[in-house]
T-cell receptor, first 112, second 115 residues
Framework: QKEVEQDPGPLSVPEGAIVSLNCTYSNSAFQYFMWYRQYSRKGPELLMYTYSSGNKEDGRFTAQVDKSSKYISLFIRDSQPSDSATYLCAILPRAGSYQLTFGKGTKLSVIP | DTAVSQTPKYLVTQMGNDKSIKCEQNLGHDTMYWYKQDSKKFLKIMFSYNNKELIINETVPNRFSPKSPDKAHLNLHINSLELGDSAVYFC??????????????FGEGSWLTVV
């Protein structure tokens, strides 16, 4: 089983829709969970960062971690065409680790 | 002013050639990385350096050799290029080892095509 699994999509939604992006991971000891956004022909940029379980909100974006299910989610409210990108979940096993492991990314298109 | 810059952005070369990709970060970070993103968009770490010292060396062919002359630079040299080396190579940096709120900043990528 891969350390991080992510449905690659593609996912296409109308503008204004709520988007739900998800990843599962294999090791319950993992502690740090991130979502990166990657526009076409660009490098990934950090969008959200969560430590352990719970929710974190930043504007239209909410990151959620359920450690009991080993499941992480990113919700985008009122989606905009500018949100069209590939979203990658990433996991850092513990503080001080250099080993950031990425999911395969989900390509999202928001249609005006 | 670009935080993590890498050159060249695009590189097309023939099989068997040797090529280098250069990376520089002006963020004052201690740790730098090379990641490879294949045609299926899977991003995987290749190497990590902390203060010029090799920390991570994933299962990468010996034809790939990173070099860190100082902590602001991490170059990637590839010998005897093969078709399967075609990918996007991302340089990245972080203040120190990840976690505890530290984040990893990526460059814009270098698109390598081997023909």
């Amino acid at each position: 089983q891969k350390e991080v699994e992510q449905d690659p999509g593609p996912l296409s939604v109308p503008e204004g829709a709520i988007v739900s992006l998800n990843c599962t991971y294999s090791n319950s000891a993992f502690q740090y969970f991130m979502w990166y956004r990657q526009y076409s022909r660009k490098g990934p940029e950090l969008l959200m960062y969560t430590y352990s379980s719970g929710n974190k909100e930043d504007g239209r974006f909410t990151a959620q971690v359920d450690k009991s299910s080993k499941y992480i989610s990113l919700f985008i409210r009122d989606s905009q065409p500018s949100d069209s990108a590939t979203y990658l979940c990433a996991i850092l096993p513990r503080a001080g680790s250099y080993q950031l492991t990425f999911g395969k990314g989900t390509k999202l298109s928001v249609i005006p | 002013d670009t935080a993590v810059s890498q050159t060249p952005k695009y590189l097309v070369t023939q099989m068997g050639n040797d090529k280098s990709i250069k990376c520089e970060q002006n963020l004052g970070h201690d740790t730098m990385y090379w990641y490879k993103q294949d045609s299926k968009k899977f991003l995987k770490i290749m190497f990590s350096y902390n203060n010029k010292e090799l920390i991570i060396n994933e299962t990468v062919p010996n034809r790939f050799s990173p070099k860190s002359p100082d902590k602001a630079h991490l170059n990637l040299h590839i010998n005897s290029l093969e078709l399967g080396d075609s990918a996007v190579y991302f340089c990245a940096s972080s203040p120190q080892a990840g976690g505890s709120g530290n984040t990893i900043y990526f460059g814009e990528g270098s698109w390598l095509t081997v023909v």
